[in-house]
Nanobody, 122 residues
């Protein structure tokens, strides 16, 4: 799988931005996709996921502020980020997911591709 995330940049506190990810060499329409982020000094975490048919899931801290969507025809997944704060500053990555034994989404594969930096300015 090849992945490339883009968008982001410097966003004012309380502002909005939209990230996009292009995925190739993958059965995109039947693969759940997720957005991950890694803040300085912290582990990478899954913040939003979307199934192949478009059902979204979010972690609590971004629910109501982030919206994940996908374009299966063009192998794209998007993340609309609204009402951002300093806690949203991180490098954001996309990646394919599968449902693990515990019933939660887990990352598939090891390739992360190029992430995109989001920096929230005060």
């Amino acid at each position: 799988v090849q992945l490339q995330a883009f968008g982001g940049g410097v966003v004012p506190n309380g502002g909005s931005t939209r990230l996009a990810c292009a995925a190739s060499e993958i059965s995109f329409a039947t693969t759940a996709m997720g957005w991950f982020r890694q803040a300085p000094g912290k582990e990478r975490e899954l913040v939003a996921a979307i199934s192949g048919n478009g059902s979204p899931v979010y972690i609590r801290s971004v629910r109501g502020r982030y919206t994940i969507s996908r374009d299966n025809a063009n192998h794209r997944v998007f993340l609309q980020m609204d009402g951002v704060s300093a806690e949203d500053t991180a490098v954001y990555y996309c990646g394919p997911l599968h449902v693990g034994y515990g019933g939660n989404y887990e990352r598939s594969g090891d390739e992360w591709g190029q992430g995109t930096q989001v920096t929230v300015s005060s």
